[in-house]
């Protein structure tokens, strides 16, 4: 089972980015998916999570409005669109999944994932 981001890289305050987490190995559909971040000196965090049939989701407070997590089964890949970004938002960026006990829902402790993904760096900068 393997993930691998992209789509990081440098934006200005206000910008967007579309972070891609490709998935090979399994497919998407019977795993959780989650977003995290890891900013320097700071504790890996929740983002975003995907339930394995795709109706829930689920984001940190603090983040709602301005993230969207969303899949394409077609592709295999999970993407996490990041609109209004600010300094405070750059991080390491990691997608991770993991085998659900329910299906129509997902959690965001980093403890619950088995798979994660090598990050993609995003920083905020003007």
């Known amino acids: 089972l393997q993930l691998v981001e992209s789509g990081g890289g440098v934006v200005q305050p206000g910008g967007s980015l579309r972070l891609s987490c490709a998935a090979s190995?399994?497919?998407?559909?019977?795993?959780?998916i989650g977003w995290f971040r890891q900013a320097p000196g700071k504790e890996r965090g929740g983002v975003a999570c995907m339930s394995s049939s795709g109706g829930s989701t689920s984001y940190a407070d603090s983040l709602k409005g301005r993230f969207t997590i969303s899949r394409d089964s077609a592709k295999n890949t999970v993407y996490l669109q990041m609109n209004s970004l600010n300094a405070e938002d750059t991080a390491v960026y990691y997608c991770?999944?993991?085998?659900?006990?329910?299906?129509?829902?997902?959690?965001?402790?980093?403890?619950?994932?088995?798979?994660w993904g090598q990050g993609t760096q995003v920083t905020v900068s003007s």
């Open positions: 190995g399994f497919t998407l559909e019977y795993y959780a």
């Open positions: 991770a999944a993991y085998t659900p006990k329910v299906q129509a829902m997902c959690v965001m402790s980093y403890t619950s994932y088995d798979w």
